[in-house]
């Protein structure tokens, strides 16, 4: 993790789920991650790798159930985790964007870190579940993040056929995206916003 340290340990416990994770926002892209859903690790994972976050996820859910309580609890304890790391926001660069193809997808995220949560996700349609992973979780667990990290997130897939494919380019957009708009600007001192506060 780099001198500026930010970082953030948080911890959920409920009757449905039981996570932790460690967040280095200026890390090298190390990635630790156990849900109990495969396709969820290796999502989260490859966020991480992209996004050169230092990232380690623990979680324990009510996977007789279904995954809904898990994903959406990871996604709370991520945006919880950013939002800690990065403190007032003071001289970070707030907005990123970033494009990735896969193969015959093609994935686009924007993000602002404003700390007015907004999600706007966009995809094909894609099919009932990758590996274990259901996909109608997608919007839960990016909406859990936004609301939770303060951030607004247009995730757009314009095409693509694969649903592995689809999913993959629209995690690690959002990784390049949200390393972007995390990382310092070395003209700025403060909080970029003209009000003075995010």
Not at 33 to 40: L, Q, R
Not at 103 to 131: C, F, H, I, M, Q
Not at 137 to 160: D, I, K, M, Q, S
Request: with cysteine; net charge negative.
């Amino acid at each position: 993790m780099s001198e500026t340290k930010r970082s953030a340990f948080i911890e959920r416990k409920t009757k449905e789920t039981a996570i932790s994770i460690q967040l280095g926002i200026d890390g090298r892209g190390t990635a630790e991650v156990s849900t109990g859903i495969a396709f969820f690790d290796h999502m989260l994972s490859l966020f991480a790798v992209h996004g050169f976050f230092d990232l380690t996820v623990r979680a324990r859910g009510d996977l007789d159930v279904d995954g809904h309580h898990t994903v959406e609890d990871v996604g709370i304890c991520l945006g919880q985790a950013f939002s800690r790391a990065l403190g007032d926001r003071a001289g970070i660069r707030r907005y990123g964007q970033a494009s990735v193809p896969m193969d015959e997808a093609l994935a686009r995220a924007v993000v602002d870190l404003s700390n007015r949560p907004y999600l706007v996700l966009k995809t094909p349609a894609l099919v009932e579940r990758v590996g274990a992973f259901e996909t109608e979780l997608l919007p839960e667990f990016f909406r859990a993040f936004c609301v939770h990290a303060g951030a607004t997130l247009h995730l757009h897939v314009p095409y693509g056929e694969n649903s592995h494919h689809m999913l993959e380019a629209a995690f690690k957009a959002w990784g390049r995206a949200l390393d972007q708009a995390c990382s310092l600007d070395p003209r700025r001192s403060g909080v970029p916003s003209s009000k003075g506060v995010l």
